[in-house]
């Protein structure tokens, strides 16, 4: 059975950072990516890593987020530093080259100003 388990998100201030990660089971990890979903807005892609190691990210996030992976972990982690209050939402992980999988719960990062 696939699950996905995203953990780590908590109110903060404005500039401090955060380490989100995320635990699969059930497959093993294909090409993953973060994404996130503010109120009222559609879910986004914010970041990629492959099997290979390597990343990509959208533009706002460039040079503060960096995503990882240990796939004997089956864990993908992503770190997040300077963070702004338009980086508040519930972030979920999930595969990037194939149909998702059902998605995990998420966890939610609230940036106040």
């Known amino acids: 059975q696939v699950q996905l388990v995203e953990s780590g998100g908590r109110p903060v201030e404005a500039g401090e950072s955060l380490k989100l990660t995320c635990v699969a089971s059930?497959?093993?990890?294909?090409?993953m990516g973060w994404f996130r979903q503010a109120p009222g807005k559609q879910r986004e892609f914010v970041a990629g890593?492959?099997?290979?190691?390597?990343?990509t990210y959208i533009d706002s996030v460039k040079g503060r987020f960096t995503i990882s992976r240990d796939s004997n972990k089956a864990t993908v982690w992503l770190e997040m530093n300077d963070l702004r209050p338009e980086d508040t939402a519930v972030y979920y992980c999930n595969r990037t080259n194939e149909v998702f999988f059902p998605w995990g719960q998420g966890t939610q990062v609230t940036v106040f100003s």
């Open positions: 059930g497959f093993s990890l294909n090409d």
């Open positions: 890593i492959n099997q290979i190691g390597s990343t």
